[in-house]
């Protein structure tokens, strides 16, 4: 279960359920002994840890064996007087029977939450198993994630470095073909210089041809 709350109660059920411990949800943690981070009560739901689970339902049991005592007390205070008071035991018999029925329904209540005790053991151990299954697998897969970006980080960095080469060579060939373009350029110029020079030498040499 998500947050390490793996039993999840809704707020009813559990005022219904531990009641016997108190009138709020606020009051039966502080009956029940649960503290700190241990149980978070929700708007819907009341998330309980494993072990705050069981605090619970020891107390709650030990809660209700004390209201069976104190009936089967009761009871047997009941049956003693009725010995010595026939009459009245029998004017009182409905109310006789009505509280031997409820302490028959404790007995069996405490019966079930006996079995239920033993049946919160068994699915907190496979909880338990399964948890640590699935924290193994999670590990797995955060191992295999992992290798996977570091796969991936290592082909972009092969690819970025690829790509910085290619336009280091392109840099390079523009600067060469830039520096081929002005070489040529200075050529001409140079050309055009000596062509010049020539045509005023020519020039020179065809007016003192004319003088003379």
Known sequence: RKAGYPVRIKRA???ARYNILGKSVEEIFKTGGIQGLEAQLGTVRVFL???AYIKLEENKKRALLTHAKTVQAFATAWSEFAVVKARQREANKAVIEKYRKHVLALLEFQRKETEERHALQEKFMRIKTELKEKNEENLKEMVKEWRRQQVERLREEYERKQRDE???IERQRLERIKREAQEKVEEERRKQREE???LERMAREARRGEQG
């Open 196 to 198: 010049l020079a020539d």
């Open 166 to 168: 290619a336009a280091r």
């Open 13 to 15: 059920d559990f005022m």
């Open 49 to 51: 840890k494993s072990e």
